[in-house]
């Protein structure tokens, strides 16, 4: 949708308004409103700008979300590229043309310590690092030492560029000023699965850059059609919610280059949120295996940059989700008055036949009869009053329609979810699960879950990674759906997993039209979401696959071990035939003919080290099939290497097909 369709809240109307008391002389209050800027630079925090640490997170995490957005809605593979740039305070202040200057009346600054107090708390961390020296030389577990806390005061500010590229679809020239300096405009408002939804993520990083650094954002984008690329270079008018241009200009695009890069110089702390950054990258790999993500840390220090490479393994990318029109049993009052503002139908049967789903003709003139008398198929819907309107709302409450398909979104997919547990985790094991759309308060919704056990990286215990529109859910764990399942309600044990020493990953992740965040934040789905709490359940209750699994790695394991002992085995048996056939030479003992043939050949040499081992390692692999045979006859092994595969629709422009299945996809190339 272009900018301009989309129905900005009007300044007042919605946002808080509050009496300020003009002081004790004067008793009447005057009210004021306050733009929607205004109200989210005040109360920063509930979208993620808690403090400068979580700012650079959030910031990250915006701009990598909005890439990854951009770049799947025109069907291209994702190449995001995100660079953290430390500036130090001496290169900050020479960016904005403020000269260094040097502390003089010391004791003015919070920080400023007593030469006696400087002594003492040297001394402490001495004693500290001491017992930490002496802990790790008897091999018990050293604490990491808290950062050293120097005297009190906030310290210096640290300060950042970040910047984000992306092979996207970019924005066209005129809109990029709306799109990032007026806060709650965007593209991404219709019913639709998208990572964004509320037109704030951007505006919110220019927000705190603008509180941090008064440095302005800076955007450059091309389109696919666009010989062209678009610079522009903004501030935002907090009080008046409009962005405030510095430069907007057309510049040469000669690489024919499409997508988006944004840049903005925020505070932040990359010492307190670099392994938070680090893991949101991390799950952005496992559940997004078909983009390509470069990310880098740039310090003033070299020894402290990182560059981490998350390659893509597969451009087999989920469908592009589609907008979908209302369920009746999901709409509000408010919503269905702005659905007859806006819609083109004259008459009442068209609007509900052609404004929600699952209202077919014959159904919306059920519908219209049970209304009552007042109310006919033809009437005009934009004459109906506020009573009649209630009257729909009420009746849309209480009927029984079909619940909405869950063919307008787009889950990573089983395949998707396990290449990416593989490729960033390399477990043991790994088993994974696609749930049937279902729906909660009118919205469809899918699970999709994965247990792994074993693996890089991964802690002993239950590692949790949870994803919501295949966003990486990191914080506020404790009350998630998917933490309190997997904590409280799988008993892990029965799964042969022990659930404190194994290293056990759960990904759920959950996709649909509306995802039930408690808190703007978009970090947790409650618990009390009924619909989605069972799925969840089920989903995780991999049962039958991870116990199969288990089994296999078993069999597997086994045959494993017998081979190791071949070759010890072998010397064994071969010194003592040796030593026997010395005997039977001498004609010391008789044996039986089975026996004293063997012996003649170990004589002979016709039985040689080399031969008997092969004959072991022959016998280990005999007897390896019929035990996995037998294994499989008895766990009916016939129906599992069945795959359920599909065949993709060929659409115009495609030159190849795609087989799909949970655990591989097999492409034919024409
Ligand atoms: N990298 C990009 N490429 C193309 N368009 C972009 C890009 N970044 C932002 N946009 C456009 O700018 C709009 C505003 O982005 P913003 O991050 O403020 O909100 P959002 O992504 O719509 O929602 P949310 O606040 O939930 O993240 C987006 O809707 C999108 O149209």
């Known amino acids: 949708m272009p900018i301009g369709a989309v129905e900005l809240p009007s300044r007042g109307h919605w946002a808080p308004s509050f009496a300020i008391p003009r002081g004790r002389s004067s008793p009447s209050p005057i009210t004021k409103t306050k733009s929607p800027a205004e109200f989210f630079a005040e109360n920063k925090n509930i979208a993620g700008f ?70 003492r708390r040297l001394a402490k961390e001495a004693r500290a690092q001491e017992l930490q020296a002496k802990n790790a030389a008897l091999g018990k577990k050293v604490k990491e030492p808290s950062a050293t806390k120097g005297a009190k005061g906030r310290g210096e500010a640290s300060f950042y560029r970040v910047t984000c590229k992306d092979n996207g679809k970019g924005m066209p020239h005129d809109d990029i000023p709306n799109m990032f300096g007026r806060v709650l405009s965007g593209t991404k408002y219709g019913l639709k699965q998208t990572r964004g939804k509320f037109g704030l993520g951007a505006k919110m990083a220019l927000i705190w850059s603008k509180m941090s650094t008064g440095l302005p954002i800076e955007i450059s984008s091309s389109m696919r059609s666009h010989n062209f690329i678009s610079f522009c270079k903004l501030d935002i008018d907090i009080h008046r919610n409009i962005p405030h ?18 840049q903005v110089v925020i505070e932040g702390n990359w010492t307190t949120y670099r392994s938070k950054i680090l893991h949101y990258m991390r799950q952005m790999a496992v ?13 003033e220090v070299a020894e402290k940059n990182v560059t981490i490479r998350f390659s893509r393994r597969t451009d087999v990318m989920p469908p592009v989700p589609v907008e979908t029109k209302h369920h009746p049993s999901s709409v ?6 702005g659905l ?41 819907v934009k004459s109906l009053t506020s009573q009649q309107i209630v009257r729909i709302h009420q009746l849309f409450r209480q009927a029984k329609f079909d619940d909405p398909s869950g063919g307008c979104l787009s889950p990573a997919g089983e395949y998707n979810l396990r290449l990416g547990i593989i490729k960033e985790l390399h477990p043991d094991m790994v088993a994974t699960y696609s749930g049937s759309a279902q729906v909660f308060e009118g919205h469809p919704f899918i699970v999709e879950a994965g247990v792994s056990v074993g693996g890089k990286d991964v802690k002993q215990g239950l590692n949790i990674f949870r994803f919501a529109n295949r966003i990486p859910l990191l914080f506020e764990q404790g009350g998630d759906v998917v933490t309190r399942t997997a904590m409280k309600r799988i008993n892990w044990s029965s799964y042969k997993i022990n659930q404190t020493q194994d290293k056990i990953g759960v990904f759920v992740s959950i996709v649909s039209t509306k995802i039930p965040f408690k808190g703007t934040g978009k970090e947790y789905i409650g618990d009390d979401t009924k619909e989605i709490a069972s799925a969840v359940k089920c989903c995780i209750q991999l049962k039958s696959k991870i116990v199969r699994k288990i089994q296999d790695r078993e069999q597997q394991e086994r045959k494993r071990n017998l081979s190791r002992y071949v070759p010890d085995a072998t010397y064994a048996v071969y010194d003592v035939l040796k030593e026997i056939s010395k005997f039977h030479a001498s004609k010391k003992r008789r044996y039986e003919e089975e026996e004293e043939d063997v012996l003649r050949k170990v004589q002979s040499r016709s039985i040689t080290k080399e031969t008997l081992k092969e ?51 097999f492409r034919f190339i024409q």
Do not use: C
């Not at 077919?360 to 198929?377: D, N, T, V």
């Open 332 to 337: 509000d009052l408010l919503l269905i008055k």
């Open 50 to 119: 808690d403090n400068p640490g979580k700012s650079l997170y959030t910031t990250v995490r915006e701009l990598v979300e909005n890439s990854l957005d951009s770049a799947e809605s025109i069907s291209e593979l994702p190449v995001v590229e995100i660079t953290i740039e430390e500036i130090g305070k001496s290169k900050f202040n020479s960016m904005i043309g403020l000269v260094d200057r040097e502390r003089v009346d010391t004791k003015l600054y919070d920080d400023y310590e007593t030469e006696k107090a400087r002594e």
């Open 245 to 262: 241009v510095h430069l907007h200009e057309k510049r040469e695009n000669k690489d024919r280059w499409h997508g988006a890069e944004i």
């Open 340 to 380: 007859i503002a806006e819609t083109s139908k004259g008459t009442l049967l068209q609007f509900l036949q052609h404004e929600f789903v699952n209202i077919g003709k014959s159904l919306a003139e059920r519908l219209i009869g049970e209304m009552g008398p007042e109310f006919s198929p033809k009437m005009a």
């Open 615 to 665: 004959m072991l390692a022959q016998y280990v692999e005999k007897v390896d099939y019929e035990m996995a045979l037998e294994y499989a006859t008895q766990s009916g092994v016939n129906e599992e290497p069945r795959e359920a595969i599909y065949i993709q629709a060929l659409e115009d422009g495609y030159n190849f097909t795609d087989l799909h299945s949970s655990n591989f996809v």
């Open 287 to 299: 559940i997004t295996p078909y983009a390509q993500f470069l990310f880098k840390f740039v310090s």
